[in-house]
C-alpha cells in the first residue's frame, strides 16, 4: 500500500539580506570588522558590503586617498565569509551620500531584499543632517549598533525622524524589505576608533590588536599617518 506524498506548500525563496556599513575607514580597524561580522550573525544577513566613502559628506577630507583606504579596507578583510569590500562610492563624483549607495544596492538586489543600512552611535546622532534623510528609510532599515566610547541623547529632529519606526527584534525587522529602526547591542562593543588610531601612528606608538595584522604591516611599511 502507498501512503499519500505530502501536500504541504513549498516556502518561497527567503528574499536576500544584505547590509551596508559605510565609512571613511582612515584606516579600518577591528571595531568595524567584528561589528560587520557580528551584525551578519544577529541579523541573519547574506553578506554585509563594507562601502568606503569616497567624499564623505559631513567632514574634512580624510588623511589617505579613497583608494588606498579602499586598499587597507581589502586587506582588512581578507578571506572572511560574508564580507566584501565594496567600491561603488569610488565611482561617483560629487560627496558620498549614502542615500545615492542605497538606491544603487536597492536597484541591484531588487524590491523585496532586505536591507540594512548599519551605522554606529556616533553617526547616528547626526542623521537629521544627512542628504535626504527620508529617503534613506524608504530604501532600508537602520539599525544603530551601541559604542561604549559614544553616549548622547537624541536630538529633537532625530527624535521626528525615527518617531514610530523602532522595532525590538531581528525578526521584527526582516518581516518588510525597509523603513525600520532597530538599535542593536552587539555581543562585542569594542571602544576602537580610527581617531585613536591615527594618533597613537602619529605619535609613533603600537596599533597592534586594534588593526588586522595585514592593515598594521601595510600602514607601518608605507608611513601612512606618520606625520
Ligand atoms: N568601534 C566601533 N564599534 C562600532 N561601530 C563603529 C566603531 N567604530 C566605527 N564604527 C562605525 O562604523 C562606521 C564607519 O566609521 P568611521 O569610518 O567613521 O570610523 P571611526 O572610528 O568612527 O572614525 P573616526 O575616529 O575617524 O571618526 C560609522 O557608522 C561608525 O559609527
Ligand atoms: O548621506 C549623507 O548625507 C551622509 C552624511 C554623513 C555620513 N554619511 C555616511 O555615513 C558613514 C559614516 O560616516 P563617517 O563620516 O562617520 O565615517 C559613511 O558611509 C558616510 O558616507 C552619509
Not at 57 to 75: A, D, K, M, N, Q
Not at 127 to 156: C, G
Not at 206 to 218: C, G, N, Q
Amino acid at each position: 500500500m502507498h501512503l499519500p506524498l505530502p501536500t504541504g506548500v513549498i516556502d518561497p525563496p527567503r528574499p536576500p539580506r544584505l547590509a551596508m556599513l559605510g565609512g571613511t575607514f582612515d584606516p579600518v580597524h577591528l571595531g568595524h570588522l567584528r561589528s560587520a561580522v557580528e551584525l551578519l550573525e544577529v541579523l541573519e544577513l547574506d553578506r554585509v558590503h563594507l562601502i568606503p566613502a569616497s567624499v564623505p559628506p559631513l567632514r574634512g577630507e580624510p588623511r589617505v586617498s579613497p583608494e588606498e583606504r579602499l586598499l587597507l579596507l581589502r586587506l582588512g578583510i581578507g578571506d572572511t565569509p560574508g564580507l566584501v569590500a565594496d567600491p561603488r562610492e569610488l565611482h561617483r563624483e560629487g560627496p558620498s551620500y549614502s542615500a545615492d549607495t542605497l538606491a544603487s544596492l536597492r536597484k541591484e538586489f531588487g524590491v523585496d531584499a532586505r536591507l540594512v543600512m548599519a551605522l554606529g552611535h556616533d553617526a547616528f546622532l547626526r542623521l537629521a543632517d544627512w542628504h535626504e534623510p527620508e529617503r534613506l528609510f524608504a530604501m532600508a532599515h537602520l539599525v544603530v549598533i551601541d559604542r561604549p566610547d559614544h553616549e548622547a541623547p537624541l536630538s529633537a529632529a532625530l527624535d521626528a525622524l525615527i518617531t514610530g519606526r523602532e522595532v525590538d527584534s531581528p525578526d521584527a525587522l526582516m518581516a518588510r524589505p525597509a523603513g525600520g529602526l532597530l538599535r542593536l547591542a552587539l555581543p562585542t562593543r569594542m571602544a576602537i576608533s580610527a581617531t585613536e588610531v591615527r594618533r597613537r601612528l602619529a605619535e609613533g606608538n603600537s596599533v597592534r590588536y586594534l588593526l588586522p595584522e595585514a592593515v598594521e604591516h601595510h600602514l607601518l611599511a608605507h608611513g601612512l599617518y606618520r606625520y
